[in-house]
């Protein structure tokens, strides 16, 4: 995400909180850490600003003027295909899926732990879906 467009997103976020939790700053924190794990909006990465914007707006009554589609290798259809893969039986020479192994989030991503798709950035995306596209041999 631009510049511009990241602060545009924390500008509406932040008024939607305001709308809905008035000065009760725990509570609006509390809410960021339920739905995206991190207490704070300046640090979470785009796809985590996303999610958060889209909940808060569903919460404040936003409804958006037109449905959209998601494009092809976009963050969102990216996050739905590595679900498929993880729901997949393990490939050939696995005994469990490689998704769910914390070696191949180390290797490829150097994360120490597993976290949801649509809570890595697209560049972090990318390069998980090459990887175990690559093991299926897809």
Not at 12 to 24: N, P, V
Not at 37 to 52: E, H, K, S, Y
Request: with cysteine; net charge positive.
């Amino acid at each position: 995400m631009k510049r511009d467009a990241r602060i545009r997103q924390i500008v509406q976020i932040k008024a939607a909180s305001r709308r809905l939790f008035g000065a009760d700053e725990d509570a609006m924190r509390d809410c960021y850490q339920s739905v995206t794990g991190v207490r704070f909006v300046r640090t979470m990465t785009d796809a985590q600003l996303r999610q958060l914007g889209d909940y808060l707006a569903r919460a404040t009554g936003h409804k958006p003027g037109r449905p959209f589609a998601l494009r092809p290798g976009s963050s969102l259809d990216l996050a739905r295909e590595l679900a498929e893969y993880a729901d997949r039986e393990p490939p050939r020479g696995w005994r469990i899926n490689p998704l769910k192994t914390l070696m191949l989030w180390r290797q490829t991503l150097g994360l120490a732990e597993a976290v949801p798709f649509a809570h890595l950035d697209s560049n972090q995306q990318t390069r998980l879906f090459r990887r175990v596209k690559a093991i299926y041999g897809d």
